[in-house]
């Protein structure tokens, strides 16, 4: 009956957050450390950063939660899930949001290649052979054994993404097959697999959280992950970053927002388990549910994690090698600052009243 409520309310969430200026999250009241000199830092008013809103595991909804924005003077502002076909570099460019906060490396690039000037001033997941960053899965009783099977059978997306179609069509094409052999059927976050349970699809791309909860089930098994596509932590890199206009405009707010998130990481790393209880906080989920991502504990972006996406794009035509360049997309100009020692110690209190 739980894993029925879980899909049912999974279901629901993906409608909801859907909507136009659909706000989420909590924060904590705890006591923060010293302020690591980012936006503001020290004054009683925070500057405000209004990004989409984020219904899988991440590091955002931990900095907010922890009060390491609040540190550096920021806010956050949830503005609602992305709506199908916009793109947070659109939304960048309109003015909707200040930040992107969901873009592996060729998001950015072919945001850049359309015109807009997004770029990536820090980093979120990697690749992780225990805390894998995508999952294929299957029905339990699937004769579907192999990635391979993929041509000539439905597989669940959630959009056209370098790391959902993407990765399945440099698979099929490495392999040599078809890469466009495969059927992709684009569903709303949360309910890809709901729909493979039903028979809807036959295999699922499945992302933390949803893929944990969806084994736990017992209804579905793994077949494939990325780690074993690729074993390489680059291959996951998620970016974070803004517009070359707010950059040039607010540096101490950029500034800060490294900052927070390079804490963020580092803490989600060495507490998983505390962790899945803010982001399940966030979503209202069961922690033991959770699978999770892990995440990139460099300080500056690897140069040599960008070019394993470029490799991965340009060997599925996202563009032509030459049309854009790896330091196109990329700075390191904003390096985070050291860790707090009080970060050893410090533990979520819970969702605020």
């Known amino acids: 009956m739980k894993h029925v409520k879980l899909w049912a309310w999974l279901s629901a969430l993906a409608l909801l957050l859907a909507l136009p200026g659909c706000a989420g999250g909590t924060s904590a009241e705890t006591t923060p450390p010293a302020s690591q000199g980012g936006a503001q830092a020290g004054g009683d008013e925070l500057f405000t950063l209004r990004m989409i809103t984020l219904t899988g595991f991440n590091e955002l909804n931990v900095a907010d939660?922890?009060?390491?924005?609040?540190?550096?003077g920021i806010q956050i502002e949830y503005i609602g899930a992305l709506s199908k076909g916009v793109t947070e570099h659109q939304l960048l460019t309109q003015g909707e949001v200040d930040v992107f906060v969901q873009s592996h490396p060729?998001?950015?690039?072919?945001?850049?290649?359309?015109?807009m000037k997004s770029i990536a001033v820090t980093t979120?997941?990697?690749d992780h052979e225990e805390y894998t960053h995508v999952?294929?899965?299957?029905?339990?009783d699937s004769p579907i054994q192999s990635l391979d099977d993929a041509v000539g059978h439905?597989?669940?997306?959630?959009?056209i993404n370098p790391c959902e179609d993407g990765y399945v069509k440099y698979y099929l094409k490495t392999r040599g097959l078809d890469p466009e052999g495969a059927e992709f059927v684009t569903l709303e976050s949360g309910t890809l697999e709901q729909s493979l349970m039903q028979?809807?699809?036959?295999?699922t791309t499945s992302h933390p959280p949803f893929a944990g909860a969806a084994l736990a089930t017992g209804e579905v098994r793994e077949i494939f992950n990325t780690w074993e596509m690729f074993g390489s932590p680059g291959a996951g890199l998620s970016t974070r970053g803004f517009s070359e206009a707010f950059i040039q405009e607010h540096p101490d707010v950029v500034q800060?927002?490294?900052n927070a998130l390079y804490r963020a990481r580092v803490w989600i790393n060495n507490n998983i388990e505390e962790a899945q209880a803010i982001v399940a906080d966030f979503l209202d989920l069961d922690p033991a549910d959770l699978s999770s991502f892990y995440f990139d504990e460099n300080k500056n972006i690897d140069p040599t994690y960008i070019e394993k996406w470029f490799e991965i794009s340009e060997e599925i035509g996202l563009w032509a090698p030459g049309d854009i360049l790896p330091t196109d997309i990329y700075t390191n100009d904003f390096v985070p600052a050291d860790i707090p020692e009080s970060d050893a110690t410090l533990h979520w209190e819970g969702a605020a009243a």
């Open 199 to 203: 028979g809807l699809v036959d295999i």
């Open 106 to 115: 060729p998001v950015v690039a072919q945001a850049r290649l359309a015109g």
């Open 124 to 126: 979120g997941i990697v």
């Open 135 to 140: 999952r294929y899965l299957v029905q339990k």
């Open 256 to 258: 800060g927002f490294v």
């Open 65 to 72: 939660a922890l009060g390491f924005f609040r540190d550096e």
């Open 154 to 159: 439905k597989v669940a997306i959630t959009r």
